[in-house]
């Protein structure tokens, strides 16, 4: 079952690489509809 350890692993890697790059994504969007209106 090493194999799954690693993989869980490298999901949790690209979480927390992805989440803060979706966050500033979405605050960027924010951002920009409260200009617009």
């Known amino acids: ?4 350890s690693w993989l869980q692993s ?3 890697l ?3 690489l992805a989440i ?3 966050l500033q994504q979405h ?3 924010v951002k920009r509809a ?3 209106s």
């Open 1 to 4: 079952m090493k194999s799954s």
């Open 10 to 12: 490298y999901v949790e």
């Open 14 to 16: 690209c979480w927390f």
């Open 20 to 22: 803060p790059a979706l």
């Open 27 to 29: 605050r960027m969007t």
């Open 34 to 36: 409260v200009q617009g």
